[in-house]
């Protein structure tokens, strides 16, 4: 049997990540949930929190030598101890938080989310033209360009249900040196009776 999770479509003001007491029944596939996460369209709900002590860098005197002798903040040591809250997560998923533990509206109005689009700006700050931000939109430039190679290869790749093909996307993406693990349709022979192949299909009667 496939794993399951729960997926919370609830939204609980006080603690977005941490539902309770919900009536929320509806269960995902485990790598539904993986992809949800992997997308940014849910989160891993927070079942609990716990407290680390850690010990960190003196914030007054830095661990300078010279102020550190001083220093009444560190005790002279050069370090302080400091609680840290750690998030435990749970199995369940949520998909009406985004990661910042806000209100995600793009999936509780059901909207169809947005696809991501280059404009103008990205392609000018992009080579620099705005001063900061050239890396990000570089990446966004490129993360766009893998979407339209994967839509391409998935329309090459003959009748394949979605998941065998994200699999081997998947695959190939970890190594696109090598050749893609699954056949690809290739172009007809050109074919002039027939009006096929890329020196004879017009796409219309000639
Ligand atoms: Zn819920
Ligand atoms: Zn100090």
């Known amino acids: 049997m496939t794993k399951t999770v729960l997926q919370h479509t609830c939204f ?3 603690h977005p990540l941490s539902p309770v007491g919900c009536n929320c029944r509806k269960y995902v596939p485990a790598t ?15 079942a609990s929190y716990k407290t680390l002590t850690v010990e960190e860098s003196c914030p007054t005197c830095g661990e300078d ?24 997560y749970g199995d369940a998923i949520i998909v ?28 000018m700050r ?6 900061k931000g050239s890396e990000t939109a570089i990446e966004r430039i490129n993360e766009y360009e893998i979407l339209t190679l994967k839509e391409r290869i998935r329309l090459l790749v003959a009748a394949l249900d979605l998941k065998t093909f994200e699999a081997a996307w998947t695959l190939w993406e970890s190594d696109t040196s090598k ?3 699954l056949v690809l349709r290739s172009e007809p022979v050109d074919d002039a009776r027939k009006g096929e192949g890329r020196r004879f299909d017009y796409g219309r009667p000639v």
């Open 12 to 14: 609980q003001a006080e």
């Open 96 to 123: 009406t938080v985004g990661q910042t533990g806000k209100r995600q509206s793009n999936t509780t109005a059901k909207k169809t989310p947005r696809s991501p689009t280059i404009e103008a700006g990205h392609m």
């Open 32 to 46: 539904e949930a993986d992809r949800l996460i992997g997308e940014g369209l849910a989160q891993l709900i927070i």
């Open 126 to 131: 992009s080579i620099g033209a705005y001063g």
């Open 65 to 88: 030598e010279k102020l550190r002798r001083s220093c009444t903040h560190c005790r002279t040591t050069g370090t302080v101890q400091v609680n840290k809250k750690i998030a435990v």
């Open 179 to 181: 050749e893609f693990p």
